[in-house]
């Protein structure tokens, strides 16, 4: 009997004792910590569909780099930060509504990068790009995905208040100073760095949850920004640690499996909220 349970916990242990798993774990944990901050701003601004627009239009930028013989990471950088700037400049220039014109210029973006992608003779893999490779994250990109995000998070911490600002309440922050346009446009680079950072891990595609999921969630739990920047962190770091443990004896794509986690905290938390929300009329309702 102790031997099965000996052998039962030698095996649950097993991913601890794979260097590349512990490597997966650290990568992944970071790269959830970044994502989960920059969400609650997301949250707050209702820019989600930004985040989504941003990580489909980054595809031509890679594939660009990569004929051009430079870092990947500078080319995703350089294409995000163009959709994102040319989204505002067609909605201050046109009636069209932001989320019509982020939709517009995303897919027409994705889709040039796959025309060039399919044109362009490369040993990249177009899955790895989309849904990611964390298993499989070589040093120099683990030592680029540390360095952005350590950018990121650092820059975000330092302006988080004059950003939450912005976000929460443009209008007060132009009145008492503070420059909107710069702080918007800084966010949209911490978000195009995020999305570069997260690429590898994550992919294009799974990396839109991670950055609305995390402060979705925290929403739902409390109303308070830093408290909401502890609770958004914890679940993206939870949830990428246990996606990647279940991915191990699942053998499935590990980012799916960290997005389907935070789906999960998701859905759990909203029901708790409901159950308990009624909970508390019907005892409001006994004692009248």
Same mark, same amino acid.
């Given at each position: 009997m102790m031997d099965d349970v000996l052998k039962f916990a030698t095996f649950l242990g097993e991913p601890f004792a794979e260097d590349f798993m512990l490597q997966a774990f650290v990568i992944g944990s970071l790269v959830a910590a970044v994502c989960a901050v920059l969400s609650c701003f997301l949250v707050l601004?209702? $820019?989600?569909?930004?985040?989504?627009?941003?990580?489909?239009?980054?595809?031509?930028?890679?594939?660009?780099?990569?004929?051009?013989?430079?870092?990947?990471?500078?080319?995703?950088?350089?294409?995000?930060?163009?959709?994102?700037?040319?989204?505002? $400049?067609?909605?201050?220039?046109?009636?069209?509504?932001?989320?019509?014109?982020?939709?517009?210029?995303f897919t027409g973006m994705f889709a040039v990068g796959l025309v060039l992608f399919s044109r362009t003779p490369s040993d990249m893999h177009l899955d790895h790009i989309l849904f990611g490779n964390i298993l499989?994250?070589? %040093?120099?990109?683990?030592?680029? +995905?540390?360095? @952005?995000?350590?950018?990121?998070? !650092?820059?975000?911490?330092?302006?988080?208040?004059? @950003?939450m600002l912005v976000c929460f309440?443009?209008?007060?922050?132009?009145?008492?100073?503070?420059?909107?346009? +710069? =702080?918007?446009?800084?966010? =949209?680079? @911490? =978000?195009?760095?995020?999305?570069?950072?997260?690429?590898?891990? !994550?992919?294009?595609?799974?990396?839109?949850?991670? @950055?609305?999921?995390?402060?979705? /969630?925290?929403?739902?739990? /409390?109303?308070r920004f830093d408290r909401m920047l502890a609770l958004a962190t914890?679940? !993206?770091?939870?949830?990428?640690? %246990?996606?990647?443990?279940?991915?191990?004896? !699942?053998?499935?794509? /590990?980012?799916?499996?960290?997005?389907l986690v935070q789906a999960l905290v998701f859905v759990s938390t909203l029901l708790a909220r409901r159950t308990g929300a009624s909970a508390d009329q019907s005892n409001s309702s006994l004692n009248k």
């Open positions: 601004r209702g $820019w989600s569909l930004m985040g989504d627009a941003i990580s489909h239009a980054v595809l031509p930028g890679i594939v660009l780099a990569y004929i051009a013989g430079i870092p990947l990471a500078f080319g995703a950088f350089a294409s995000g930060l163009f959709c994102a700037v040319s989204t505002g $400049w067609i909605k201050n220039n046109s009636r069209i509504k932001e989320d019509t014109v982020m939709g517009v210029v499989g994250i070589t %040093t120099a990109q683990m030592r680029e +995905t540390a360095i @952005l995000s350590a950018i990121v998070l !650092a820059t975000v911490l330092l302006l988080r208040r004059d @950003l309440d443009p209008s007060h922050a132009r009145v008492i100073g503070r420059p909107v346009k +710069t =702080l918007t446009y800084l966010l =949209l680079i @911490l =978000l195009s760095l995020a999305i570069v950072a997260a690429m590898k891990a !994550a992919g294009l595609i799974l990396v839109i949850a991670m @950055l609305i999921t995390p402060g979705a /969630t925290a929403l739902l739990l /409390t109303k914890t679940i !993206a770091v939870g949830s990428a640690i %246990t996606g990647i443990y279940i991915s191990y004896f !699942a053998a499935a794509s /590990t980012a799916a499996c960290i997005v």
